[in-house]
């Protein structure tokens, strides 16, 4: 099946630092991506749509210039967490689409295994 | 806003029974609903996905969807300790290609031995 590799899965840092995370499709072109953020003990909430070749579409209250996110090829989509602080401590996934609109049937996402990132 | 409303549980099954669990969502112009199961520190893992009113069975597990009453659960038979996870109840508002979700809290489920 698809697979969805996202790295690291932990980081920590200390506050001011930029932290980079990626998203790669292993086995399929991902046109899209999607990146959400996971605080402790509530759901997901979609940050940011990104689309391979085109500027990322950030939902609201997401801070466009804050949380960099990159869309260079089909495989690859990377989030860039800038001068972290400690609020932005929390679980990020990405979710990637294919072009055929799903590997394994219609409306189906693949999700990484999340990246942990601790702000210190 | 779109809205999608869990009971955040804890809901505590013993071995063997059936687990239900129940989602609500607020906008009428969702077309495509989803079940995903997260453990603790992991990714959710897409348990069922469901499109159409009435019931989709899949081994253990059985979706059922109203779309009427805006309302979708899913039924767990014969739980598992292994099935011990939260369930995130999701929504789409697009059909044919996979979008982005609307995700519910989730609802954390206990199989009791």
């Known amino acids: 099946g698809a697979v969805v590799s996202q790295h690291p899965s932990r980081v920590i840092c200390k506050s001011g630092t930029s932290v980079k995370i990626e998203c790669r499709s292993l086995d399929f072109q991902a046109t899209t991506m999607f990146w959400y953020r996971q605080f402790p003990k509530q759901s997901l909430m979609l940050m940011a749509t990104?689309?391979?070749?085109?500027?990322?579409?950030?939902e609201q209250g997401v801070e466009k210039d804050k949380f960099l996110i990159n869309h260079a090829s089909l495989t690859l989509s990377t989030l860039t967490v800038t001068s972290a602080h400690p609020e932005d401590s929390s679980f990020y996934i990405c979710?990637?689409?294919?072009?055929?609109?799903?590997?394994?049937?219609?409306?189906?996402?693949?999700f990484g295994a999340g990246s942990r990132l601790t702000v210190l | 806003q779109k809205e999608v409303e869990q009971n955040s549980g804890p809901l505590s099954v013993p071995e063997g029974a059936i687990a239900s669990l129940n989602c609500t969502y607020s906008d009428r112009g969702s077309q495509s609903f989803f079940w995903y199961r997260q453990y603790s520190g992991k990714s959710p893992e897409l348990i069922m996905s469901i499109y159409s009113n009435g019931d989709k069975e899949d081994g253990r597990f059985t979706a059922q969807l109203n779309k009427a009453s805006q309302y979708v659960s899913l039924l767990i038979r014969d739980s598992q300790p292994s099935d011990s996870a939260t369930y995130l109840c999701?929504?789409?508002?697009?059909?044919?290609?996979?979008?982005?979700?609307?995700f519910g809290t989730g609802t954390r489920l206990q199989v009791t031995l």
């Open positions: 990104s689309n391979e070749g085109s500027k990322a579409t950030y």
């Open positions: 979710s990637a689409r294919d072009r055929g609109g799903g590997y394994s049937g219609a409306n189906v996402l693949t």
């Open positions: 999701a929504t789409s508002d697009e059909t044919g290609t996979a979008s982005k979700l609307t």
